[in-house]
């Protein structure tokens, strides 16, 4: 655990808490999403994270085809672009990095190898996994981005649960997680100082809330009731908050 002094927090949005920063583990999870997330993907609030999400799965389809119905068409003067053509669908997909290593899967060939060939060699194989795949239905995950993306192709069985519905489940306890419950987007900790300060405005600086066009990742904490287990060797209250994390990739 880390330590922690009490600096008056529950009495105004100047107090916090003197956190010892040599004790206790970092665990670099949420800085580094908090490092890599570009504007438009940060959120202040869990309505907009739902928001997010549920936009993204209205864009989206699933449905189940017949594997050896769907056909593989690739241009020999662009060595790189392969798309697919799916039963009732007029306009070609185009699979992502993660749905054609999820096909090439299904059929039993090597992904990484087929990725190394040029566009025209790999439809070959495909076609020829395709017509011959034994389970002869897939379930596919279809996204409207500009273009029609596939981004997941599994088994006709597979279940999913979408992002926005993860957000969801998260508000039946955790509210708009702006201070409305106990969960909340946490404070700030000043490294000059060492205090952490819970009461503090939610930002694009100080979210730990994100949604791209693929996944979503969401970090709080109940930093406003601390759970004392034991003392310090000086006598003071040892303290913890409670907090989770909730990332979810699915589809790619």
Known sequence: MTQVEILDAARGR???YKVDVNRGQRIGRVSSEWFSRPADERHLSLSNLFAAGRGRTERSRTRTVESAAIHVEANRDDAERLVLKLPGSEAPVVPTHWSFGQLASLVGAPAAYLRELPAPLAAINLRYGLTSHRAEQVKTLEIENGRVELRAVTGADYGRIYDHELVGAVQRIAGNGTGDTR??????????TGVYNPRVDI??????LYASDRDVFLFLVDDLNPIEAGQLPDGSPDLYFRGFCAP???GR
């Open 14 to 16: 100047d107090g916090g």
């Open 203 to 208: 930002t694009q600086d100080t979210t730990t």
């Open 248 to 250: 979810l990739r699915r």
């Open 183 to 192: 969960w909340k987007v946490p404070g700030v900790l000043d490294w000059s």
